[in-house]
C-alpha cells in the first residue's frame, strides 16, 4: 500500500523557463491530510414491490402481469425484508434519490409502498399505477417525487401539468407558441 503522507513534488525536465522544476508547483500534504475520493456515479436505492412483496422479477415476464400462457411472471429474488425495513435502512445510511415502484396495481403493492414512504419520508420516489387522479396522495404520503411511465396522449399529459400547477402553486397560465 502506498504511504500517502510521504512528501511528494512535481517536476519537469525542459529548456522553457515556465516548466522547469522550480516555476511548478509543488504538492507537500500534511500528516493530518487524508486523501478523499469524489466520484460522479452516487447509488440509488430501489425497492420493488410485487404483491406486497419487495422482489425483483424478470423483466421480460411482466408482461401484463400474466405470462402469455396465465403464468405468473418469473422471480429472480423475493425478499424476507418489508419495503419499509429496506426503506428504514436507506434512511438510516443517509442514501437518496431511490424509488419504490409497484408491479402491480394490487393493494397489497399499495400498502407496502405507502409504508416505505411513511418510514423514509421525503426520501424516495414513487412509480407504478400513477396517474393525475392519485399523484399528489402520494407525495403527501411522503413520496419526494412520483414517476410517471406511460401517457395515452401529449395533450392529456399537458392537461395533467397544467392541473399539477394550478394545485401547487395557484392560478396560472398557459403561454404557447409555435416556431
Not at 508547483?25 to 430501489?46: D, G, L, M, N
Amino acid at each position: 500500500m502506498r504511504n500517502l503522507t510521504s512528501s511528494c513534488s512535481i517536476r519537469a525536465f525542459s529548456s522553457s523557463p515556465l516548466l522547469r522544476s522550480n516555476h511548478l508547483p509543488s504538492y507537500s500534504p500534511s500528516r493530518k491530510s487524508t486523501p478523499s475520493i469524489q466520484c460522479a456515479v452516487q447509488f440509488r436505492p430501489c425497492i420493488d414491490i410485487h404483491k406486497g412483496k419487495v422482489k425483483q422479477i424478470v423483466g421480460s415476464t411482466l408482461k401484463d402481469l400474466k405470462g402469455d400462457d396465465g403464468s405468473d411472471p418469473i422471480t429472480n429474488f423475493e425478499s424476507d425484508k418489508s419495503a419499509a425495513e429496506y426503506a428504514t435502512l436507506y434512511k438510516q445510511d443517509g442514501l437518496k434519490g431511490g424509488h419504490v415502484i409497484m408491479l402491480g396495481a394490487d393493494p397489497l403493492s399499495k400498502a407496502a409502498s405507502l409504508e416505505a414512504l411513511h418510514a423514509y419520508p421525503g426520501g424516495l420516489q414513487v412509480g407504478g399505477g400513477i396517474n393525475s387522479d392519485n399523484c399528489l396522495s402520494y407525495i403527501e404520503e411522503g413520496a419526494s417525487h412520483v414517476i410517471v411511465t406511460s401517457v395515452s396522449h401529449i395533450s392529456s399529459l399537458l392537461l395533467w401539468v397544467i392541473q399539477l400547477l394550478q394545485i401547487t402553486i395557484g392560478d396560472c397560465s398557459l403561454l404557447a407558441g409555435q416556431s
